[in-house]
């Protein structure tokens, strides 16, 4: 396996967040919210990385996304017109993770400021409860840093849609190497990730299993 940790392992992720809360989507509180999974391609710059060489797939979303208007209401007498973008709460971006010892912060200007310390509570609570075992350091940071790293939520940002740019800085280092495969995972921080991005999911959409 080529480029497991950019990003075969947060595609993992989300797959198995996804099926693990579709028997539950059902019977969530937040009905008027929904969990979507967007894959990019075309990150890459095909000679140097500018705004027009990169994000190809993203930009092309977000401003097909801007372009398209849809009802915000049904009401003949109440009737409005709202972009398809305007209609996300909020853009979590996975990358480049699945290697061990990894350290994700919070950016400034991401508009999602409360919503990061709330996912770094949530792996605190689940430490605290035991449920949280295989790594000992916690991985999401609440400190506010000014460590922008270009990646395809810029297009929704620019946009004004509040991100979660899950990311470790610094950059693993088989980063862009033939060596990132399956030997550079460390599967206990694999499940420790996973976890906590499930259960703050969960949280967010009023999901609590019987």
Same mark, same amino acid.
């Given at each position: 396996? @080529?480029?497991?940790?950019?990003?075969?392992?947060?595609?993992?992720?989300?797959?198995?967040?996804?099926?693990?809360?579709?028997?539950?989507?059902?019977?969530?509180?937040?009905?008027?919210?929904?969990?979507?999974?967007?894959?990019?391609?075309? +990150? +890459?710059?095909?000679? /140097?990385?500018?705004?027009? /060489?990169?994000?190809?797939?993203?930009?092309?979303?977000?401003?097909?996304?801007? &372009?398209?208007?849809? %009802? =915000?209401?049904?009401?003949?007498?109440?009737? +409005?017109?709202?972009?398809? @973008?305007?209609?996300?709460? $909020?853009?979590?971006?996975?990358?480049?993770?699945?290697?061990?010892? %990894?350290?994700?912060?919070? *950016?400034?200007?991401?508009?999602? *400021?409360?919503?990061?310390? &709330?996912?770094?509570?949530?792996?605190?609570?689940?430490?605290?409860?035991?449920?949280?075992?295989?790594?000992?350091?916690?991985?999401?940071?609440?400190?506010?840093?000014?460590?922008?790293?270009?990646? /395809?939520?810029? %297009?929704?940002?620019?946009?004004?849609?509040?991100?979660?740019?899950? @990311?470790?800085?610094?950059?693993? =280092?088989?980063?862009?190497?033939?060596?990132?495969?399956?030997?550079?995972?460390?599967?206990?921080?694999?499940?420790?990730?996973?976890?906590?991005?499930?259960?703050? $999911?969960?949280?967010?959409?009023?999901?609590?299993?019987?």
């Amino acid at each position: 396996m @080529i480029a497991a940790t950019d990003s075969a392992v947060p595609c993992a992720m989300m797959l198995d967040i996804a099926q693990t809360l579709a028997p539950y989507m059902y019977k969530r509180v937040a009905q008027q919210v929904g969990l979507q999974l967007i894959f990019f391609d075309g +990150e +890459e710059a095909f000679r /140097d990385w500018t705004t027009t /060489d990169s994000l190809y797939g993203s930009r092309h979303l977000a401003q097909k996304w801007e &372009q398209k208007w849809f %009802p =915000s209401s049904s009401s003949l007498n109440n009737f +409005e017109l709202s972009k398809e @973008i305007d209609r996300i709460d $909020v853009l979590m971006l996975l990358d480049l993770l699945g290697a061990a010892n %990894p350290s994700i912060g919070n *950016t400034i200007g991401m508009g999602a *400021t409360e919503l990061f310390s &709330q996912l770094a509570d949530v792996e605190l609570n689940l430490r605290a409860t035991g449920c949280l075992n295989a790594i000992r350091r916690n991985v999401f940071n609440k400190q506010l840093s000014y460590n922008q790293v270009e990646d /395809d939520h810029i %297009p929704f940002l620019k946009r004004g849609v509040p991100i979660l740019h899950l @990311i470790t800085v610094p950059f693993p =280092s088989v980063w862009h190497r033939s060596s990132d495969n399956a030997n550079a995972l460390h599967c206990p921080t694999i499940d420790h990730m996973t976890a906590v991005i499930r259960v703050f $999911v969960a949280k967010y959409l009023g999901i609590a299993p019987a």
